[in-house]
């Protein structure tokens, strides 16, 4: 693996120079410290088994007032030289669409489409450049790529759940210049705060493009995540149903010896009236109480069924998002960010939107025994 793990990011308006900065080498990679006390840390983690490399970049303002603007975040900023003729060779880049919308499966055309690998060219001097749609990170594009020229490959995987970006520059000979991080991010730290932000995995092959894209499977499999039952526990879900429904599934079980580690109630089971089970279940986005003309003891007797046939409960949530006329739209609307009319986005910018949510999944979860929370996203923030 001929790559340096690198990065870019813009502080203050200007491109971050690593000049200015302390550089301390560390057990898990390398540490940048800045004199206003902002510090990044680059964590490495090297395969060799797999020739790979993969790096996280960690932000933390250490000072004890706000911090410059991040802005312009480059996780990967680096280069890989293929080496062969001189750069005179074909490279291409393959890359996966994504999914392409709810109502994919009314549409033979985008059914084709969906998940297709595609393959662009990267001439000499130019550059291809991929993000999703919409603020979720598999919309309409994977994020995952085989940069390939003659026997010789490139597997690119960045890791964000939002908007990433990835591009692909072929500069002078045969040298091709990756950038990965994220998209519109500009932010402060206060003192004290930390985080993280995308992460790169980068895996150089030679042979086809399946030895490479089985070289990255085994990759995932044994080392990004690995399967152990505790990770990976057998769940059985019930959608949409009272409780008396619930209570009956779960006697039969019972009675055919079906053992699960989670018993796993999905949408549908919130929400003021409406119409029953799930029917209306997005339009409930934002009434958070149980329903009680449907379980008039608040799930309470299916969570102890379940712990009785040794289940632990797991409980599906969609707190970011809020439908028009519902509890929380009525009583807070400085709290959203109204979108299309049909959704509405919680503002989590906001400290009170982060304390009620918090407050409100705590108490579910001490209410009914939760032990597996599951939190859903069916929406595209940045179709504002």
């Keep these: 693996m001929n790559i340096i793990p690198r990065f870019s990011f813009a502080y203050g308006g200007k491109p971050f120079d690593v000049s200015d900065a302390k550089v301390t080498p560390a057990d898990y990679g390398f540490l940048y410290e800045l004199s206003d ?15 790979a490399v993969g790096w996280t970049l960690w932000f933390e303002n250490k000072s004890g007032t706000e911090s410059g603007l991040i802005s312009d975040i ?5 280069a890989w030289c293929f080496g062969e003729n001189g750069g005179k060779s074909r490279v291409s880049v393959f890359g996966t669409a994504g999914n392409l919308g709810y109502e994919t499966y009314r549409h033979a055309d985008r059914i084709a489409r969906e998940f297709e690998v595609t393959e662009s060219v990267l001439t000499r001097g130019g550059s291809l450049s991929y993000h999703p749609r919409g603020g979720r990170s598999s919309s309409y594009q994977m994020s995952f790529f085989d940069i390939y020229t003659q026997g010789h490959g490139l597997i690119a995987a960045v890791g964000w759940s939002g908007q990433w970006q990835a591009s692909f520059s072929h500069l002078d000979g045969d040298i091709i210049q990756i950038k990965t991080g994220l998209q519109y991010t500009a932010f402060k730290l206060r003192p004290g705060e930390r985080i993280r932000t995308s992460s790169v995995v980068l895996l150089e092959y030679y042979g086809t493009q399946t030895d490479g894209s089985n070289a990255f499977r085994r990759l995932v499999r044994d080392e990004l995540c690995p399967y152990t039952p505790d990770r990976f526990p057998f769940a059985i879900e019930g959608m949409g149903m009272p409780t008396e429904k619930h209570l009956y599934h779960l006697a039969k079980f019972k009675e055919h010896g079906v053992k699960a580690d989670y018993y796993w109630i999905d949408a549908g089971w919130y929400g003021k009236g409406g119409a029953p089970g799930a029917g209306d279940w997005y339009k409930q986005v934002g009434n958070w109480q149980v329903r009680e003309d449907e379980h008039p003891d608040g799930l309470a007797d299916v969570v102890a069924a379940a712990n009785g046939e040794g289940m632990k409960f797991l409980l599906w949530m969609e707190p970011e998002r809020v439908y028009p006329g519902t509890d929380i739209a009525a009583a807070h609307p400085e709290w959203l960010y109204p979108l299309d009319g049909f959704y509405i986005l919680l503002r989590l910018d906001l400290d009170e939107v982060r304390e009620y949510l918090f407050d409100m999944i705590c108490g579910f979860i001490d209410r009914l025994h939760i032990k597996c929370f599951r939190q859903d996203f069916n929406m595209e923030p940045l179709q504002s």
């Design 37 to 51: 006390g902002l510090c990044i840390e680059l964590r490495k983690r090297e395969y060799p088994k797999y020739n």
């Design 74 to 78: 480059c996780d990967c900023d680096s």
